[in-house]
C-alpha cells in the first residue's frame, strides 16, 4: 500500500514521509483505529490530536445517544501510543524515517486509567494525548478527551512498553 497524502499538521522538522507513514499505520493499518473511525490531526513531539465522528455503531446508550465507554478509552489509549510513538520518532531524528518506523514494534499499553468526567454526547470528539516522560523501557502520556465545543469529557493516563 503506498503511503497517501495527508493534512495532518505537524512539526518538529518531521519528513512528509514519516507522517505520511505514521498516519496510514494509524489510521488505516491498525484495523481497530479504523472501526473506531480514528483521524489524525496533529503530530509532534509535544503530542498528538485527532478526531473521532460520532456513528451509530459507537452508541453505548440507545436511549441517551452517549459514545460507549469503551471507544472513549480506546480512542484514549490509541492517541496516548501515537503520542509515544511521536516522541520516539523525533527522538531519533539521526535515522531515515523508514528506520524509526521500525522502532514501534515492541510498542504496547502496560497500564491505563480513563476518567469519564461527562456523557460522550455530540457529533465529533476531539482526543489530544502528550507524553509526560519518555524512558529507554516505559513511557508515560496523558490524555484528553473532548466534545465538539472544547468542554473536558474524559481524560485518561497510561503506561508504554517501548522496549
Not at 483521524?39 to 452508541?59: F, Q, T, Y
Not at 520518532?89 to 491505563?112: C, N, S, V, W, Y
Not at 502528550?130 to 490524555?143: E, F, H, I, P
Request: charged share 25%; net charge neutral.
Amino acid at each position: 500500500m503506498s503511503p497517501k497524502s495527508t493534512s495532518v499538521a505537524h512539526a518538529d522538522g518531521f519528513e512528509p514521509e514519516f507522517v505520511e507513514r505514521m498516519t496510514e499505520i494509524f489510521e488505516e493499518r491498525i484495523l481497530f483505529n479504523r472501526v473506531l473511525g480514528l483521524k489524525v490531526d496533529m503530530m509532534s513531539a509535544e503530542g498528538v490530536s485527532g478526531h473521532i465522528n460520532m456513528r451509530p455503531e459507537l452508541i453505548g446508550h440507545f436511549a441517551h445517544q452517549r459514545l460507549h465507554g469503551g471507544v472513549i478509552s480506546a480512542g484514549l489509549d490509541a492517541m496516548g501510543g501515537l503520542a509515544v510513538m511521536a516522541a520516539i520518532g523525533a527522538r531519533h531524528m539521526d535515522e531515515p524515517p523508514a528506520q524509526r518506523l521500525l522502532r514501534f514494534g515492541k510498542l504496547g499499553t502496560i497500564d491505563l486509567r480513563i476518567d469519564y468526567l461527562r456523557p460522550g454526547i455530540g457529533e465529533r470528539f476531539e482526543l489530544r494525548a502528550q507524553v509526560m516522560r519518555l524512558g529507554s523501557r516505559v513511557a508515560s502520556t496523558r490524555m484528553e478527551f473532548l466534545g465538539a465545543d472544547g468542554k473536558l469529557l474524559s481524560t485518561g493516563a497510561a503506561a508504554y512498553i517501548v522496549s
